[in-house]
């Protein structure tokens, strides 16, 4: 995994058995592999999505479930956790979309609007979004806070970390305020169970898991016309053998209910993740101690991801009366919005060594090479005209490439 400190426990949704208790973790990876296995046994192969969903999401032995993922010490390392700065940065670009939000002054009692985050790892993101807000924009920072996060482990430490904030924590969407909403979901997206489809002799067949003995894949029935649909592959063209689709059906559901509440009540939230502009190919990837793994290796103890298919998350928005703008690279989103000058002048008054470690942060967060090209910003926003600063260009590059090559060993 790539990152930053957001990386969390799976959202309770609608139809989804997600549940999360975060407990003393004394079940190991052998211990989930004969569940998985056994209820491929009773109930046949397993979607991806469900595999993915179990060795995350299980009460008691679920990867989340199981500890502290985030740093240097767990699986990966996250955006906020490489500087502040970043932080700060979105803390103003959503300070600016919070102005420009704000109704005109008609003497009517204005409603008063909400801060979210859909994963908030630590809270050590929206910790340095609200010490910006707390100098710049008071009456931001005075806002409630709304959390997604399902695990009691994470409440607790994020409830340590926003000492000052109202906080109200949702296991799910299903109860968002009615007023508008401006927040963050970093690193949220790809950490949702993806399901795969896969193209043998022109025809698109369910990718499933199976167990014979050992987990891996195996292939289902044909995709119906209308879950081809629902895959978005009715108009793809012919596909060479063996190529995979993919499909995260939660984060298209989550995606239409933040688009439907911002249509509806307005505001803004920042959607930053590595992904890219199809559903084409696998992207499914496993991390542990910071190295890639094989997907079907100690299940429950390692962190498996995805690559958000960006366009399916702006046909959901549109279809719910709202619009994604962008995606645009991480890097250039930052670049546009004033990192540099940030770092440069935060680097003025450092000492030698934390002036080197703020270059190098910046550099991590905006190089090509490392996190810059990979990650992608976009922006849920009501329907309307124009374009935000850091928007102006939303060409994005298709390709995924290896951890090894993001920079996230």
């Given at each position: 995994m790539p990152a930053d400190d957001s990386r969390r426990a799976l959202p309770v949704h609608a139809g989804t058995s997600y549940m999360t208790v975060a407990t003393d973790n004394d079940i190991n990876a052998d211990d989930v592999t004969s569940m998985i296995a056994a209820q491929i046994a009773a109930d046949g192969p397993l979607s991806l999505a469900t595999y993915i969903e179990r060795a995350l999401a299980t009460p008691d032995v679920g990867y989340y479930q199981s500890g502290d993922p985030f740093g240097r010490e767990g699986d990966f390392i996250t955006a906020p956790e490489i500087s502040g700065l970043f932080g700060e940065m979105c803390g103003l670009f959503l300070a600016h979309m919070f102005e420009l939000g704000q109704p005109l002054d008609t003497g009517a009692e204005k409603p008063q609007p909400a801060i979210i985050e859909c994963g908030p790892g630590r809270g050590t993101l929206m910790a340095d979004m609200q010490h910006v807000w707390g100098q710049l924009m008071p009456e931001l920072a005075a806002c409630h806070i709304h959390l997604i996060e399902t695990s009691p482990y994470l409440r607790t430490i994020q409830q340590q970390t926003l000492t000052e904030s109202v906080i109200h924590w949702h296991d799910d969407l299903s109860a968002l305020p009615a007023a508008p909403l401006y927040g963050i979901a970093n690193e949220f997206f790809d950490a949702l169970p993806v399901a795969h489809a896969i193209c043998r002799e022109g025809i698109w067949r369910h990718r499933l898991v199976i167990a014979d003995p050992d987990l891996g894949f195996g292939e289902g029935t044909p995709l119906t016309a209308t879950e081809l649909d629902r895959w978005h592959l009715?108009?793809?063209?012919?596909?060479?053998?063996?190529?995979?689709?993919?499909?995260?059906?939660?984060?298209?559901?989550?995606?239409?209910?933040?688009?439907?509440?911002?249509?509806?009540?307005?505001g803004a939230i920042l959607i930053i993740d590595y992904g890219k502009s199809d559903n084409i190919g696998d992207t499914v990837q496993a991390v542990s101690a910071h190295k890639p793994v094989d997907l079907f290796y100690q299940p429950g103890q390692v962190d498996i991801s995805h690559w958000v298919d960006f366009n399916a998350l702006a046909d959901c928005a549109l279809a719910a009366g709202a619009r994604l703008i962008g995606p645009v690279e991480q890097g250039t989103f930052l670049a546009k919005i004033g990192l540099k000058a940030r770092a440069e002048q935060a680097a003025t008054h450092a000492a030698p060594d934390m002036r080197r470690a703020l270059l190098a942060a910046y550099d991590r967060l905006v190089s090509p090479a490392q996190m810059g090209s990979a990650f992608k910003v976009a922006l849920l926003v009501p329907q309307g005209e124009g374009t935000p600063p850091g928007f102006m260009n939303n060409d994005i590059k298709t390709e995924a490439v290896s951890p090894a090559e993001r920079g996230d060993g």
């Open positions: 009715s108009n793809k063209a012919a596909s060479p053998d063996g190529t995979v689709a993919e499909l995260c059906i939660l984060g298209e559901d989550i995606m239409h209910i933040l688009a439907a509440h911002i249509a509806t009540y307005g």
